[in-house]
């Protein structure tokens, strides 16, 4: 399975094609129970890492997620996370910027949500929407006080990007964990969870006449999904492009990746010294 995410990672440098990047492949999981053996060992297994990074209290982690509408981000988020302590971890869902936030620089309002060291942070959309939905429709930058000709201009696309990559880099010399996916989904598979929602009572809510009308920017968002990536995928914040047809697969890939990377923090429970000792000694002989 290593192996199998190690693919996904955009590696720094490289130009991304999301026309020859897969939305299915073949399953890790061989059959629904093994699916669901799977992702509980996962979420276990992120559980105990959780526990040792809230109580080590020496890194933080920022998951981020991206995607086109009916991906499946949230339910990524309820699945893989579903073993987790909520005391040591917090979801942001980004919506249209306020008039407060789009009166401050474009990473202002997701700053404010960074995670403490010891928690985890969650952000479903983030800053990349900056560089996403704004690139599509270069007319939002008026609401930011900004000529929207710039969004014609590579170069200020470039500063933004640049922006985005400083600042990633700036968290993890502080000990933030950056870990980005964008779950790719394709626009066949899109109709048919859109339908579903037309169908199903239970989801008839999620449906908004928008998510029509951005389909028919399809092409220009997997443009701008494609620079992002390719510009921003770093060695300390890098981007995984997560086939996300199989809604199952995806889940079970994101909870491999965070894994992984948690793993490799190398994440202890804090060693008493000796004065720490003594004092648990004493306590003991307190309590007896």
Same mark, same amino acid.
């Not at 129970?33 to 979420?43: G, I, K, M, P, S």
């Not at 969004?151 to 470039?158: C, I």
């Given at each position: 399975m290593k192996d199998t995410t190690d693919e996904l990672r955009v590696q720094p440098g490289k130009a991304v094609s999301l026309h020859d990047s897969p939305t299915?492949? !073949?399953?890790?999981?061989? =059959?629904?129970? @093994?699916?669901?053996? #799977? #992702?509980?060992?996962?979420?276990?297994? #992120?559980? =105990? *890492?959780?526990?040792?990074?809230?109580?080590?209290?020496?890194?933080? /982690? *920022? *998951?981020?997620?991206?995607?086109? @509408?009916?991906?499946?981000? @949230?339910?990524a988020i309820k699945h893989v996370m579903s073993g987790v302590n909520p005391q040591g971890c917090e979801v942001t869902s980004f919506k249209q910027p306020t008039a407060? !936030?789009?009166?401050?620089?474009? *990473?202002?309002?997701?700053?404010?949500?960074?995670?403490?060291?010891?928690?985890?942070?969650?952000?479903?959309?983030?800053?990349? !929407?900056?560089v996403l /939905?704004?690139?599509?429709?270069? !007319? #939002?930058?008026? =609401?930011?006080?900004? @000529?929207?000709?710039?969004?014609? =201009?590579?170069?200020?696309?470039?500063?933004?990007?640049?922006s985005i990559v400083d600042l990633e880099r700036h968290l993890d010399r502080n000990r933030t964990r950056v870990i980005k996916f964008f779950l790719h989904v394709s626009k066949a598979e899109q109709r048919r969870r859109f339908l579903d929602r037309l169908d199903e009572p239970e989801k008839m809510w999620k449906f908004e006449p928008a998510d029509i009308q951005e389909r028919k920017y399809w092409a220009g968002y997997m443009k701008a999904y494609e620079a992002c990536l390719s510009a921003t995928s770093t060695r300390h914040a890098p981007w995984y492009v997560i086939p996300a047809d199989d809604k199952a697969n995806a889940r079970l890939l994101v909870s491999q990746v965070i894994l992984e990377e948690l793993r490799a923090l190398d994440l202890q429970y804090p060693k008493p010294d000796e004065q720490r000792l003594a004092e648990l000694h004493r306590l003991r002989e307190l309590l007896e």
């Open positions: 299915k492949i !073949e399953p890790i999981y061989r =059959s629904k129970q @093994d699916y669901r053996a #799977l #992702l509980a060992a996962h979420t276990q297994e #992120l559980a =105990s *890492l959780q526990a040792r990074l809230y109580a080590s209290g020496s890194h933080a /982690v *920022l *998951l981020i997620f991206q995607a086109m @509408d009916a991906a499946g981000k @949230d339910g407060e !936030e789009r009166a401050h620089d474009f *990473l202002w309002r997701t700053t404010c949500r960074l995670p403490a060291r010891g928690r985890i942070g969650i952000f479903n959309r983030s800053y990349y !929407e900056e /939905v704004v690139r599509v429709h270069p !007319e #939002l930058l008026q =609401s930011q006080g900004i @000529d929207s000709r710039e969004g014609r =201009s590579k170069r200020f696309w470039r500063q933004r990007y640049r």
